[in-house]
Every structure is written in C-alpha cells, then in structure tokens.
C-alpha cells in the first residue's frame, strides 16, 4: 500500500505557526483534490481544509482566516501554513488524496500540539 508522506508538525506555543506539507508519489494520477483532517484522542476525524486540483479551497469554520491550504500540482504535493495556532488545534493531522476510482489515500499522521 502506498502512503502520502508528511512533513511538519511538532510542539509551538499559543499564536505560533507550523508548515506542514505532504507528497503523493507522482506515479499516483487521477488526483482529484488533497487536504488534511485532524483527530484529537476521542473525537471524530474533521476535514480541516481541502484543495481540489482546480484550485478550489475548503476550510472548516475553526481555521478559516488562520490556516492556508495551497498545492503544487505538478509535484503531487500539498502544503498547510497554520498560523496563529490555538490550544484547540491540537490534534493529529493527516494528509488525504482523493483520486477517481481508486481508495483514497492517506499519510502517516503527525502530531500538532499547541500549548498555552
């Protein structure tokens, strides 16, 4: 099973930043959109924003003014500059590649903690 790769991610006090960014091997076509979801410890995966290949953006209403989703089509690859970060934010972030008939994919997780 092939697996996105992600980069980022780690502890940043209260109105920091994180990058975090996340490559679909380019042997993988057909991708239609790719975004992050995050997952606290006993609560359910939210889509948190999401980029199709056309350049439409989605973000949910927790992040929308804070967070950036911009991809790189060419490249496979999909980046989410999180600013001003809060406590909330906390969780662990996965990247997901959508494509036509194939099960999406989805990276490995990486921890975002935000302290007070």
């Known amino acids: 099973q092939v697996q996105l790769v992600e980069f980022g991610g780690g502890l940043v006090q209260a109105g920091g930043s994180l990058r975090l960014s996340c490559a679909a091997p380019?042997?993988?076509?057909?991708?239609?959109?790719m975004g992050w979801y995050r997952q606290a410890p006993g609560k359910q995966r939210e889509l948190v924003a999401r980029?199709?290949?056309?350049?439409?953006?989605n973000y949910a209403d927790s992040v929308k003014g804070r967070f950036t989703i911009a991809g790189d089509n060419a490249k496979n690859t999909v980046y989410l500059q999180m600013n001003s970060l809060k406590p909330e934010d906390t969780a662990v972030y996965y990247c997901?590649?959508?494509?036509?008939?194939?099960?999406?994919?989805w990276g490995q997780g990486t921890q975002v903690t935000v302290s007070s």
């Open positions: 380019v042997s993988i076509s057909s991708i239609n959109a």
């Open positions: 980029i199709t290949r056309g350049g439409s953006r």
């Open positions: 997901n590649a959508e494509v036509g008939v194939e099960r999406p994919y």
